[in-house]
């Protein structure tokens, strides 16, 4: 897993959105190709070599990268993007689905619990308009973002503070989820496969998460298309306890048979 090599984060580097946008655009390219030359990512984004040089400088700071001799190459310590270059990325996708996890969110009282992500960052968004909810996560992305709103309730949980995603972990967090009723669990995720259920990137977050799960009368599963028929590191949930999949027309159908075939309900959005 990438750490920082700093309290910086890449967001307070790049110092602008249309430019973390085009690091996450970098790093997708350079994993694809494994390696990849300065000239090479000049012609794909434009800009000057020296610009490009600077956006690796960026990322290679942050242990995402490798630099090399006129480019870059794929760290093979790097599982997963920081929060704030994940937000940049299937942007219209996720608002899809953040809309449509929040349509079957009952409009009377309600406690909802929330994972951190980027796609359960943009159902908090959605969420403000709706009243007398009880929001209960461990992300303090998400308390963020639902504070501002006073006819949301928000109750966080304890917990280490993973400085990847921004989530509170450990059994702090396990047992705030576990003293609470939660009518609505929405679970964002690394990975969603017929196979090997639910998961993400980091087992003690996987743990905080399976106890969120465990406590909600119903779990809605919110992941875009690049997420489907893809396994991460530890798993949160088995797909029995997935009550609805919401995703977009990028996923693999083949894999969403799958998933129907276990009995998760899909929405395609």
């Known amino acids: 897993m990438a750490t920082a090599s700093s309290t910086t984060?890449?967001?307070?580097?790049?110092g602008s959105r249309k430019r973390s946008r085009r690091l996450a655009a970098i790093l997708d390219v350079v994993a694809e190709r494994g390696e990849v030359s300065l000239h090479e990512l000049r012609d794909l984004f434009g800009g000057s070599i020296a610009t490009v040089r600077r956006d690796l400088t960026v990322l290679a700071d942050q242990g995402l990268i490798v630099r090399t001799h006129g480019g870059a190459k794929a760290s093979s310590?790097?599982?997963?993007?920081?929060?704030?270059?994940?937000?940049?990325?299937?942007?219209?996708?996720?608002?899809?689905i953040a809309r449509a996890a929040v349509a079957l969110v009952p409009r009377e009282r309600h406690a909802v619990a929330l994972s951190g992500g980027s796609t359960t960052a943009g159902v908090a968004r959605e969420l403000a308009h709706h009243m007398d909810l009880t929001v209960v996560t461990n992300s303090l992305s998400i308390a963020s973002l639902v504070a501002p709103h006073p006819r949301l309730k928000v109750v966080m949980t304890g917990g280490i503070l993973r400085a990847q995603s921004l989530e509170l972990v450990g059994v702090l967090a396990e047992g705030t989820f576990s003293a609470v009723n939660i009518g609505t669990a929405i679970l964002g995720a690394d990975g969603v496969?017929?196979?090997?259920?639910i998961t993400t990137h980091d087992e003690t977050e996987a743990r905080t998460n399976h106890a969120m799960v465990a406590r909600a009368r119903?779990?809605?599963?919110?992941?875009?298309?690049?997420?489907?028929?893809?396994?991460?590191?530890?798993?949160?949930?088995?797909?029995?306890?997935v009550h609805v999949l919401i995703?977009?027309?990028?996923?693999?159908?083949?894999?969403?048979?799958?998933?129907?075939?276990?009995?998760?309900?899909?929405?395609?959005?």
């Open 77 to 96: 310590s790097v599982l997963e993007l920081p929060v704030d270059l994940r937000d940049t990325r299937f942007q219209d996708a996720k608002r899809r």
């Open 218 to 241: 119903r779990t809605i599963v919110v992941a875009d298309g690049s997420k489907i028929g893809h396994t991460a590191l530890a798993q949160m949930c088995a797909v029995d306890l």
């Open 9 to 14: 984060s890449v967001a307070e580097l790049t």
């Open 193 to 197: 496969s017929a196979e090997a259920g």
């Open 247 to 269: 995703t977009d027309d990028s996923a693999d159908p083949a894999e969403l048979e799958r998933l129907r075939a276990a009995g998760v309900e899909i929405v395609v959005v």
